[in-house]
């Protein structure tokens, strides 16, 4: 199995513009997470999914951030506007309902300009 | 008080030593723990899960949890400079929590 794939795995952007990050979880997980990782806050949840539904979107810090599942394989988490202090690398993990352990995408480094 | 909570360090010891990585939590009924190793701009990737009190080995890795205390603990023998890195305490209730890190650096 490739893992946890994530796309772009670098990100430059210029404030106000829209971000839109994406992660194919590994086939046959039923959970999805996006986590947000900075050196002042660390690696933060910011939405999860089980079999395509969100869960729990309370880490999402604003209604510019925005997460979709359309299908077991594919998420999307978008930002816009974008903003600087949204750079950050982003994370996506996936894991099975009967294993709790995440295995984590190589990440996308966003910069915001 | 935060969910997850680690010394931040840097934490340093000789090559060949003993490193002890601590960690606490404040969710009672936690049920998972995991430690994550990160490599500098590399993702997290676990090494060790433990889910009952006591001691778990692998290798060269011992994780000890303790819940009345709601303490968890990773001990590496023979640090090696390969295990230079920072150490993710996480905890799993309904979802995963992370700490802040633990930076270690095994120096030659």
């Known amino acids: 199995d490739a893992g946890v794939i994530q796309s772009p795995r670098h990100e430059v952007t210029e404030m106000g513009q829209e971000v839109t990050l994406r992660c194919k979880p590994i086939s046959g997980h039923d959970y999805l997470f996006w986590y947000r990782q900075t050196m002042m806050r660390g690696l933060e949840l910011l939405i999860y999914f089980n079999n395509n539904v969100p869960i729990d979107d309370s880490g999402m810090p604003e209604d510019r951030f925005s997460a979709k599942m359309p299908n077991a394989s594919f998420s999307t988490l978008k930002i816009q506007p974008s903003e600087p202090r949204d750079s950050a690398v982003y994370f996506c993990a996936s894991t099975w309902g009967g294993e709790n352990i995440q295995y984590f995408g190589a990440g996308t480094r966003l910069s915001v300009l | 008080q935060k969910e997850v909570e680690q010394n931040s360090g840097p934490l340093s010891v000789p090559e060949g030593a003993i490193a002890s990585l601590n960690c606490t939590y404040s969710?009672?009924?936690?049920?998972?723990f995991f430690w994550y190793r990160q490599y500098s701009g590399k993702s997290p990737e676990l090494i060790m899960s433990?889910?009952?009190?006591g001691d778990k080995e692998d290798g060269r890795f011992t994780a000890q949890l303790n819940k009345a205390s709601q303490y968890v603990s990773l001990l590496i023998r023979d640090s090696q400079p390969s295990d230079s890195a920072t150490y993710l305490c996480?905890?799993?209730?309904?979802?995963?929590?992370f700490g802040a890190g633990t930076r270690l650096t095994v120096k030659p």
């Open positions: 433990i889910y009952s009190n």
């Open positions: 969710d009672r009924v936690s049920q998972s």
């Open positions: 996480a905890v799993n209730n309904n979802d995963m929590r």
